[in-house]
């Protein structure tokens, strides 16, 4: 069985501040990792995966994550947020790897806010 | 990237009566397809997988004859919600994965919410 949890509901930063979002999660694989954000009425949108090589993963929108296995971790980080970046955040993590299509099992989600 | 359209944004209905949400792949053909429902304040769940041309896998707990999933091309699934009552209002979203890539990618679509009157 996998699971997912996103420590935090709720982010809430000032524009041009560091961004965090908090993703652990269990697996008895060896996990395909993804962060989705989704956008008001707009399809959820891959930020990035992690699949076993590098384990610190660089995305669209200055996005990166790093997987830490001793940690069971992958956090969502952003040097500098913008007004843009609110949305909500999806941890998502595969029972699959390569070209197959695993089960994906969602975390419950971060709002995340900036302020001017 | 791809582009999954999800159709119609928001229905409503009246109890008893038949939705039908439609999926499409638009730039990309998809031979997977899968659909997730969610509650409010919850994270999404998968409902059925459903490969083109064959017929859909349902996820534990989910009512085959009451989700009606229908994938007969490359670049279209449909759902189809039967006898719709007000424990069905919810969220739907829709997602496509292209053949090959590794990892395997599912595209989403921006969902479907369903209010049952």
């Known amino acids: 069985a996998q699971s997912v949890t996103q420590l935090d509901s709720h982010v809430s930063v000032s524009e041009g501040t560091p961004v965090l979002l908090r993703c652990n999660y269990s697996?008895?694989?060896?996990?395909?990792l993804f962060w989705y954000v989704q956008h008001p009425n707009k399809g959820l949108q891959l930020l990035l995966k992690y699949t076993s090589a590098a384990t610190l993963v660089k995305g669209i929108n200055g996005f990166e994550a790093e997987f830490k296995k001793s940690e069971t971790s992958f956090h969502l980080t952003k040097p500098s947020a913008h007004m843009s970046d609110a949305a909500e955040y999806f941890c998502?993590?595969?029972?699959?790897?390569?070209?197959?299509?695993?089960?994906?099992?969602f975390g419950q989600g971060t709002i995340l806010t900036v302020h001017p | 990237g791809a582009v999954v359209s999800q159709h119609p944004s928001r229905v409503i209905c009246k109890s008893g009566t038949s939705v039908k949400i439609e999926c499409r792949s638009l730039?990309?053909?998809?031979?997977?397809m899968f659909w997730y429902r969610q509650f409010p304040k919850q994270s999404l769940m998968l409902m059925a997988t459903s490969n083109e041309g064959s017929k859909a896998t349902y996820e534990q707990g989910v009512e085959k004859d009451k989700f009606l999933i229908n994938h007969a091309s490359l670049t279209l699934s449909t759902l189809t919600v039967t006898s719709a009552h007000p424990e069905d209002s919810s969220f739907y979203i829709c997602s496509a994965g292209a053949a090959g890539g590794n990892p395997a990618i599912q595209y989403f679509g921006a969902g479907t919410r369903l209010s049952v009157l």
């Open positions: 998502v993590v595969s029972d699959a790897g390569g070209t197959s299509y695993g089960k994906l099992t």
């Open positions: 730039d990309f053909q998809a031979t997977t």
């Open positions: 697996s008895s694989y060896s996990p395909s």
